[in-house]
């Protein structure tokens, strides 16, 4: 069996070898930065020493992971992770569905591709601008929004300081930033959708409505549930990046997330080991959730990613 597969490989690669040779970058990029890496796991189960090395470093076993497991910060910082992706799954995955089909019943093509234009640009901002520009917005020094509250008669609030609406700043800053950019995948899953489909319900007697409900979002279930498996995978990376340049220590209690957390034990304490055991522990849940939301698929929706 090995000897055909090996047999059927060499005749593709002669027929298409101008394709596999294009393939090279992109195998040689997978190697280097995704795969070598990976010898560094073991750094999760040894008590590393950056002068000694990763060789001269002595073994402890699942020290570093009974450390992590019995660790209370662990555990608060385990649970905000999945609050906060729990909210941007709630709260912003179907919006980018939603934006997706209201922009494509827009027929005014310089109005619609005007609107694209606006909801994609926040995508190209870092999240340093984007934290300072919400920063300036909800400052209580001079912040429009909360002018807009003191107007109406209320209080100032401190969002940035505040633990219970800072996970909301998080929530809105992120759709903000990303839901316009999520819609171009689910538009270029309408366009693919046959033309003729919404003739025959047109000549049919439905409406728009009946068309996106009976034609739109069923050409678009597939692609909702590869993005949500995809979803799954990363439910405890929530927005690492964000919270960083978001959150401060008034707020930890709330907005420390796995990343985070990570970032401070393991740059800011110098404690490699038991960082890596954390972003380990982190990719396996992400793989198993993967591999449940996959399997959950194929078994009651006959879809999924393979």
């Known amino acids: 069996m090995i000897s055909t597969y090996a047999k059927r490989l060499g005749l593709d690669v002669r027929r298409d070898w101008d394709l596999y ?27 590393f020493n950056i002068f000694d090395g990763l060789k001269a470093s002595p073994w402890v076993g699942w020290m570093n ?54 909801v994609y640009l926040p995508h190209f901002l870092s999240w340093v601008i984007v934290s300072g520009l919400f920063i300036d917005l909800l400052s209580t020094d001079g912040g429009i929004v909360n002018r807009i509250i003191v107007s109406l008669g209320g209080e100032p609030i401190r969002f940035f300081m505040d633990t219970d609406v800072f996970r909301s700043v998080l929530v809105t800053s992120a759709g903000w930033k990303e839901v316009g950019w999520s819609t171009i ?46 979803r799954l995978g990363h439910i405890l990376e929530a927005g690492t990046e964000q919270i960083l340049v978001m959150y401060n220590s008034l707020v930890y209690s709330v907005a420390d997330v796995i990343g985070t957390y990570v970032y401070r034990i393991g740059l800011g304490q110098q404690d490699y080991s038991f960082s890596t055991a954390v972003g380990l522990f982190d990719s396996v849940v992400g793989l198993i959730l993967i591999l449940t939301g996959n399997y959950l698929s194929r078994k009651f929706l006959q879809r999924g990613l393979w």
């Open 21 to 47: 040779l294009m393939l090279i970058p992109g195998i040689l990029f997978l190697l280097l930065f995704k795969y070598t890496p990976m010898y560094g796991i073991v750094i999760a189960f040894k008590d």
């Open 185 to 230: 995948i689910y538009l270029a899953s309408i366009a693919s959708i046959d033309p003729q489909l919404y003739e025959a319900a047109k000549i049919d007697g439905a409406g728009r409505f009946r068309q996106i409900m009976h034609i739109t979002l069923p050409g678009l279930i597939p692609v909702i549930i590869l993005m949500f498996i995809l």
């Open 65 to 118: 992971f009974e450390r992590l497991f019995s660790s209370p910060d662990f555990a608060v910082v385990f649970r905000n992770t999945l609050i906060i992706s729990f909210y941007k799954i709630v709260f912003l995955f179907p919006l980018p569905v939603v934006l997706a089909i209201l922009m494509n019943e827009i027929k005014n093509m310089l109005f619609k591709r005007s609107i694209q234009t606006v």
